[in-house]
């Protein structure tokens, strides 16, 4: 029996959860998680539920006037999010 190449068990795993149709709802739970981390516990504690759909993060927010500031840090916050879980989850932000 012939041994294959070597690979690392970080790019198997991303290599089986790619196959098994699971790389995405994965990336989706770290986005999520990380809400708190990327936006500050202040911000936070203003936030009910998240959710993601068609890669659009729904929040909901209890303050009005900081969903007025969230709202013209969208485009930012997308890419940091992103950015937080190393790939392309979310393409927009709808606070509500």
Known sequence: MKRKK???IGVLIRQYLREEG?????NEYRLLSSWGTVMG???????GKLSIRNE???VEIKSAPLRA???L????LVKKL???VGALVIKDINFI
């Open 56 to 58: 659009v993060l729904f």
């Open 41 to 47: 516990e202040c911000v936070e504690r203003q936030t």
């Open 73 to 76: 840090q969208r485009t930012e």
């Open 22 to 26: 699971l790389e995405s709802p994965l």
């Open 82 to 84: 992103n950015a937080k």
């Open 6 to 8: 070597d690979q690392p």
């Open 69 to 71: 500031d969230l709202m």
